[in-house]
Structure formats: structure tokens, C-alpha cells
């Protein structure tokens, strides 16, 4: 946990990234459940490499639920955003205009149109 | 509906197919039930689960069978796999060794992996649905078991200390005890004839021996050379069949009438 | 045992920003910084925690060869499994809080580590099982239930997964359970016998009721726990007191009464001692239970050694 960047803009000693810092056997496993979902850490196994890793990885946390794809990947090599800045990822601002849900109004004007010229052949 | 016994209808054919499906029945609960004594005490916690898995999975294997014949016969899983003498039981002796420690019980299932694979290919070319079937359907989680152990033994052979020698000297044990898988019996004569079994028992040891080879190779191991210890499949067993039927069957002997 | 809390005392500011910070509701994540006493608590029960699945594995585990039945066989060995699974989860959690599993493992095998009260006891006959699946797994249902909103995130998340495993183990050992209660004479009687040899220990196994301490007031403030052990006990024999009684079976406890005043059970006070004793590794099975353990963990020292020269092997080989 050495190498993580400081951010000087706050007080000095605030790292906001650092490596995992895990031992070099602790591979982070990732599970593809279906083709159309991405992989998600599921957890952790203890093995000397990927393969193994891998071969481990499928009983510990495959056994009951759907998975099409395993991913391995040595721990130590995921860096993460430090927990202490986590506020940077809550907004300060209203960001509603990104969401769909604020132009309601709009999409009520969408949906009588849409009904008013909804037709058979078009579905 | 009739069952896939009840409609072979040659009897002698039968009787074969019959002992046929029960020595692989038997021959996946006994090392289920070998594997399983695994569970708690594994080398590591994720190999332990892992190998737990996989005994789960040869049991399931083992009871999926023998439903085939049990439902012909109007009998019951639990009456096929503990409600009979030790001379009735048709695995190989191979199965039934005792777990003489990890690198043991890996070489075991390298090399009945490798036969189990392709016996199922067989049962799955034999014509004789549903069965047929069942055998593509199971073989499936066999690649998964030969895998495991493939995985586990290049590194047992291939790591340091003294691996090599001790993963050597399994080999050697469990060798003659393998080639019983082989065994011949007349109910293969009879499927071979009848052109269920499309291979002689002498010409799938061949193909096996060509499948294991490279695999213990890559690792360094030396083919052994001993001859086959043969009588499980005629239901000659050691006296640790005698002991795993023994307390296997302990509970249930008590009452087999009883709901457990 | 865990090396005691730092004599350094925690940097005053951080400690007051991290205790406002969990009584806000927060969880906290590995790797971020926590006061000395709590990453010493905090290891302290979760390694306890893996201990005990890791030697919880043993009682059940004896039976897995002699389970009545294919389909019994293969659920038993799969609820065995589960709980082997458990220690992998919890040991890698503690591990975040600083010790290796390498380590906590050989001290447990050397017996200087503690696990809980319940797997010291010996599982005599078919019907230990199904009260170590309903009871022991109901008791620590409630336990660990209510740790899910504790503190320490990866403990937290680890928890939902176990949780929902162990209803699976409740769910087995209830059928197991009512094979057994609507099955033969002997087979009742068996059942009754194990539930009478079962009871103390399983109202041990919350512990003493917890007496009002500073060290527990901090313990409650910074959830590493949740729920004090008499709410514990109370809340297990909400649930599982009507099991017993609806199949007809005795409660071995002739104290046992429901105070509907009270709304809560009261029961004969246990002997605390022998709690004591147990969890010193004084049990009845105690050493029979750590000799096997150690017997399986010298056996494998080869295979340890052989894989950690393999991942040396592997390390050097992805620099080049």
C-alpha cells in the first residue's frame, strides 16, 4: 500500500487510490451468470495460478448458481479507489437531467401520439 | 412406460445390458463414496469443496443408473445400492482402495476419468435410449473431474519436494488395480455381438492407455508395467470393500423398511 | 491468539470520525483505517467464526459414509461441503484484517485457537444429524442473521451468502428431522435420545447473558455485535421450541415455560462452567476432533509445500 497516488488537495495524506495489496496466491473471481450479463466478483480463492485458480474458483462459487464464463484475476492486481474518497462519487448538484424519468411531461405527449397512430402492421 | 431392460427383447442381451449399467452404477457410488470421505479433510478448503463436488456428482451419476434398472425391475435406488451381498457389487477394485493419501486418490481419478469418459460414449453409441442419453447427459460433468485431477496432478508431480516420487509410487499401486477396470466378463461378449458394445473391453484398454499416456508423461511418470488384478466385475472384491459396504450400509441395514 | 490491540493508542481525531461514522449507519471496508480494538474484536470473532465452520465440518462429516441413503448421502455431503465453503469465505474476510490463513489455520490444528462450544460434542448416532442441521444450524441461523448489519463490510456481505446456504441445512435437517419423528419407535426414540444430549450445549451456545460492561456497550456501538446473547437464545427459542412440541417430542429442559408477561422463555440456568471449560478445548471430543485435524494437516504438509514452490515458480515466470 506504498504506491497509491496522494491527492494534495486534501490535507496531503489522503490517498485516493491504492492497490489491493492482497497476497500474490488471493485470485478475485468473476462469474458470467448468463451470456447477456457481465462478470461480477463473486469472491476470492487461495491458488498457486490461474489455472488452478480457475479449476477452484468454478466449485466455490459456481455450485448453485448459473454461470456460462469464469474470470480469474491475481487480486494484487486490482487497484481500487480508497474508501476515504468515496464522497467524490456522490453528487453536489441535481443531476436529474441525465435520467429519463424528469421528462415525464414529454413522454405522456409521446404516448398519445404514439396511440393515436398505433397500427397492426407496424408491431 | 417400459423401461430401457424391458425393451431389449432378447433375454440373454438383456441380462448383459443389465450387469453392464450395474457395473457402472457400482462403479461410480464406490468411488463417490471414496471421494466423499474427502469432504472436511481435503489438502486445502477450495480443493476440499471442489473434491466434494465431484463425489457428489459420482453418487448422482451412481443413482441415475441405477433408477434405469430399478424402475424396470419395480424396485429402489436404496435397494440397489445397499440392499445387496458384497459378491453382487460389479465395480473395479480400483474404486474401492482406500483414500492412501491426496496424491493417491488424484491418480485414481486420472485414470478413471480417462476410462469413464469414453465408457460413456459408449453407453451413449449403444442405441438403448433412455439410457443412451442419460450417458451424454453425465459425461458432461466427467470433463470437469478429469480436469480437476489432470490439474492437481501436474502439480503435484511437477512441484518440488519429494512430489514426483510419491505421485510415482501411487501410480505403481493403483496401476494393476486400473487395468482390472478391463476386466472381461461374458456380458460383454454377449453386447459385443449384439452390436450394443461397439468396443472389446481388450480394444478400450488400448484406447485408454493411449489417452493416459501423455498425460503421465508430460508429467514425468513412468508407464508402469505390472498386469491387471482383475475379479471386481465378476464380484470378487478385497476386504476393503468389505469394510466401506459395512459402514456404508450401517443405518439403513438397521431398518431398510424404515423411511430415513 | 491474536496479538493484543496496539499499546499505541489510536490518533484521537480518526477514532472520533470512524465511531460517528459506523453510529451513522456506515460499514466499513478492508484496507480502510480502524481503531486498534476493533480490528482486534473484529478479527477475534471472525476467525473464531472460520474455526468453527472449518471443526463444524467434523461431527456431520462422520456420517457422510453411513448416511442412510443415496439421496441423504449426497445432501449430507453437500451440507458438509457448504460449511467447509463457509471457512474459505470467513478466513479470506479475516485475512483483510491482517492475518494470513496459513497462520490461523496451524494454530487452530495446534489447538491454540477456540471454535464454538457445539462441534467439542460428539454426533453419536444418525440422529445427531438432524438436530446439528435444524438446531445447532437454527442457532447459528440467529447469530449470524443478525450479524449481516454489522460494521464490517466484508464480513456483512459474506454473511448474506452463508445465511442463505444455511437455510438450505435447516431446510435438509428439518426432513431428516421429520423422517425420524414420524418414523418408527426406535427411530423416534433416537431422535428424542439426541435432542436430550443436544440441549445444554445448544443453550450454551449463545453464551453467558452478556452482563452490562463498558466492553460491551462498545462492542454494541461499533456492531461487532448486534443483538445481546440472551436476545439471541430468546429469538432461537421463539423458532424452534414449536418444532419439538409440534411433533410431539419433549423439550429436555422440564423448566421450560413461556412467561407471556414477559414474552420471552425462561429455562433452567445451564452450568456456565462447563461452557468454560468447552470453549478451552476441554470438551468431550475436543482432542479426538483436533487430532484429526492435525493428523490430515501433517499428512498435506508436502502438498503446501509443493504449492507454494509451484506459485514461487509461477511469480518468477510472469516477471520474466
New interface residues.
Partial sequence: MTSGRVDQRDGGDARWERPLGTAPDVWAVFVQGRHRDMHVYAGD????DA??AL??A???YT?RDPCVNLWVVRADQIHATAQTAAEMFVPAIDKSYRFGGSYRQQRRVLQSSYKASYREEDQ | MPGVLTAIADPSVRDAFREWLLRIADDE?VIG?RH??W????????????M??I??EE??H??AL?EQIAQDEGSD??RL??GRAPNEYRHAALLEQEND???YSIVRLVLYEAFEGARLRLVAASGQEPVAGLARLLGREER?HG??AE?WLT??A??????PG?VQAALDAAWPDALGLFEATPADDVLLRAGVLTSSPAAQREAWTDAVRPVLESCALTMPTAEAREGGRRGVHTPAFGR?LA??T???RS?PE??? | MSTAPSVTPDDPTMLARFTERIQAGDQIEAGEWLPAEYRFEALRLINMHANSE?MG??PE?EW???????????AL??K??D???H??LL?RVAETLGRT?DEMVAELVAGRARFHNVFHYPAET?ADVAIIQVFVDGAAMQTQGALRSCSYAPYSRVLKRICYEEDFHIQLGLD?WR??A???P??RAMLQDALRRWWTPIIHFFGMPDRVSPHTEKMLAWRIKVKSNEELRQQFLRKFVPIILEYGLEVPDPNLRWVEEEQRYVYTEPDWEELKRVGRNGGPKSADRLA??QR?HQ??A??????N??LTSQAHGAVA
Avoid: C, N
Avoid at chain 2, 42 to 49: K, L, M, N, R
Avoid at chain 3, 64 to 74: E, T
Avoid at chain 3, 302 to 307: D, I, L, Y
Fill in positions: 480463492v487461495h491458488a498457486p489455472e488452478m479449476v477452484l468454478k466449485e466455490s455450485r | 457410488l463414496h466423499s470421505e469432504t472436511g479433510v481435503g489438502p486445502d478448503i477450495e480443493s476440499d469443496v471442489a466434494s463436488s463425489a457428489q453418487l448422482g451412481g443413482r441405477y435406488v436404496d445400492a445397499f493419501g491426496w496424491e470437469y480436469l480437476f490439474t502439480r503435484l511437477g512441484g518440488a519436494v519429494d512430489g510419491r466401506l459402514q456404508m450401517e443405518v439403513w431398518d424404515a423411511r430415513w | 472449518i465440518a467434523l462429516r457422510i459414509p453411513r448416511a442412510p441413503g443415496l439421496a441423504r448421502k449426497m455431503t453437500a458438509v461441503q460449511e467447509v465453503g471457512g474459505m478466513y490463513r444418525w431428516v423422517s425420524l414420524e418414523g418408527t426406535r427411530q484429526l485435524r490430515f499428512q498435506h508436502w502438498v503446501r509445500e509443493a504449492m514452490r509451484w
